[in-house]
């Protein structure tokens, strides 16, 4: 492995503190902010961005807060969109710095194997169409998080890391690997949301 390749790898994680230390007058950052100083690629930034931030441990009820982002960029990226256009309530929405900079250290070591092994792995199949076919199913994805199920919303978020991370670095394989995951989280989903729905028609209607 040679030491740009190295370098790449490593720019995601560090491309994220980069944008979070870039304007050091203010003490809290917004959404806009932040993804402004990440570059182009505005649906995969912003994907990883609020996915990461649905990984960390909130109270009950926040989810359906930090997971409707996600519902709206995978919308727009199934719609075909070229840039990110986040509503002024969600982009304007802030945090505290020092709050952004500890998300992403805490997830470093979630994202750093993903670093050690993406690069760009068949970049031809990452046409408009197709990017659109990844959005419409990340949008189930995000749909299936945005609804409070207990014990799934950890495998979908980090789902959608994975497609986000494959999106940004043109890996088909790890993208694909994202859509996997997410299809997994889904099914899992489904299948305690139905036990769910049958244990309160046995606790309604008992025997």
């Known amino acids: 492995m040679d030491d740009i390749t190295a370098t790449r790898r490593r720019t995601l994680s560090r491309s994220l503190l980069h944008a979070a230390n870039k304007r050091r007058t203010p003490d809290r950052l917004s959404i806009e902010t932040v993804l402004a100083g990440l570059g182009d690629r505005s649906f995969a930034w912003a994907i990883l961005l609020f996915a990461l931030l649905n990984m960390i441990p909130a109270p009950p009820g926040s989810t359906l807060v930090m997971a409707l982002p996600l519902v709206v960029i995978t919308l727009q ?19 505290p710095r020092d709050s952004v900079r500890a998300v992403v250290i805490r997830l470093r070591p979630l994202i750093r194997p993903i670093e050690r092994v993406v690069r760009p792995r068949r970049p031809e199949l990452f046409t408009p169409r197709n990017e659109q076919m990844v959005g419409a199913f ?14 799934t919303g950890f495998v979908l978020a980090f789902a959608l890391v994975v497609s986000a991370i494959g999106l940004l670095e043109r890996d088909w394989l790890v993208t694909a690997g994202g859509l996997v995951i997410g299809g997994v989280g889904v099914v899992v989903a489904l299948i305690v949301l139905v036990a769910i729905e049958h244990r309160v028609e046995a606790m309604i209607h008992p025997h």
């Open 138 to 151: 990340l949008l189930a994805v995000a749909v299936v998080l945005f609804i409070p199920i207990p014990g």
């Open 77 to 95: 990226m199934a719609r075909g969109l070229h840039h990110v256009r986040l509503p002024a309530f969600i982009a304007r929405r802030e945090a």
